[in-house]
């Protein structure tokens, strides 16, 4: 993918590392530990550096392990550009990424028809903004640009698969993200509805799930 991808209003730069005191690493966690910001994470918001630490062990690419697959992991830190250059960034505003799904992921609701096929990669998309940065486009114009990155890669990117499919799962209170995913041109649209584990997102403990579950096909036939 594109080290560097730039919109009329933002720069977003692929993360392959981020220790601890890093820049890279104090961005995502000031993201993270803002409980706005993470007010739809199933993970909530971190409460330590150690907790973003875990949290990036599912962003960051992991270390190669000799005759491993790798898993895809596509990350992108989103900076707002100063008006009028295309060269500065003014501040870290947000992050978006893409990443393939472990086998034990995909056992149970809501991904357990999300793994990959021999001919399909399957890539999750989520994102997350700072809230002063709410409410101005950026989600979906930085979303549109890293899904229309994955379909101008080169095919070698994707081998062995003949094509990409990208899902976000989306709560059915959260309008916003679901506003977000239909101006994405994630139009194929599934509800999902289960039970199961306690978790507290969007403010309280839940068991029961209704979910949409987002796609998009941005590698393949339907080029």
Not at 173 to 181: D, F, G, H, T, Y
């Amino acid at each position: 993918m594109d080290p560097i991808i730039t919109t009329p209003r933002l720069k977003l730069t692929l993360l392959t590392t981020a220790a601890p005191g890093s820049p890279e690493f104090n961005w995502i966690h000031e993201l993270r530990s803002n409980e706005q910001s993470s007010f739809w994470s199933l993970y909530g918001p971190s409460k330590t550096p150690q907790d973003t630490e875990k949290a990036l062990q599912n962003i960051l690419p992991p270390p190669p392990v000799a005759g491993e697959e790798p898993p895809h992991r596509v990350p992108y830190a989103v900076h707002e550009l100063v008006q009028g250059t295309q060269g500065k960034e003014t501040a870290f505003i947000g992050l978006i990424t893409l990443r393939s799904l472990s086998e034990a992921e995909t056992q149970h609701p809501p991904r357990s028809t999300h793994a990959s096929t021999p001919s399909t990669l399957s890539l999750e998309l989520a994102y997350m903004f700072l809230p002063g940065f709410w409410g101005r486009g950026y989600a979906t114009e930085s979303i549109s640009a890293v899904l229309n990155a994955c379909g101008n890669a080169p095919r070698a990117l994707w081998a062995p698969w003949e094509k990409v499919l990208v899902r976000a799962i989306v709560n059915d209170e959260n309008s916003a993200s679901q506003r977000v995913m239909e101006k994405c041109g994630m139009v194929d649209k599934e509800v999902l509805e289960f039970e199961g584990g306690r978790f507290f997102i969007g403010g309280k403990w839940r068991s029961e799930h209704r979910l949409y579950v987002y796609a998009r096909e941005v590698v393949g036939e339907r080029e």
